[in-house]
């Protein structure tokens, strides 16, 4: 997932200035790196995308995030747009779907 978003982004001129394996991570390269926006998978090892969100916007509120995942179920969905995340796009991505997102959450 991140090889296949970091080529879409970066055929559109996006900088990719992290990646994260896990939800620990992801949480420490955010406060390291402080990014304009961030993908993230709900489902990764050591901690899920949905509780890394929420910890992320409990310190940085203003934070951008849209969520992927392959389970396009419309209970998850919620919980991520709850959790804050901007958007929400399912595996397979679209780049005109990742495109659409990322310049809606950037604006």
Do not use: W
Not at 15 to 38: H, M, S, T, W
Not at 50 to 72: H, N, V, W, Y
Request: glycine share 4%; aromatic share 4%.
């Amino acid at each position: 997932m991140r090889m296949t978003l970091n080529n879409i982004l970066h055929k559109a001129h996006h900088l990719v200035v992290g990646e994260a394996e896990n939800g620990r991570a992801a949480i420490q390269l955010y406060r390291e790196l402080k990014p304009d926006l961030v993908t993230m998978d709900i489902s990764m090892p050591e901690m899920s995308g949905l509780e890394a969100i929420k910890l992320i916007r409990t310190d940085f509120p203003q934070a951008r995030i849209i969520m992927c995942s392959a389970m396009g179920q419309q209970k998850i969905i919620v919980q991520a747009i709850e959790a804050g995340a901007k958007d929400f796009i399912v595996k397979p991505f679209d780049d005109c779907r990742v495109l659409d997102a990322i310049n809606r959450a950037l604006k």
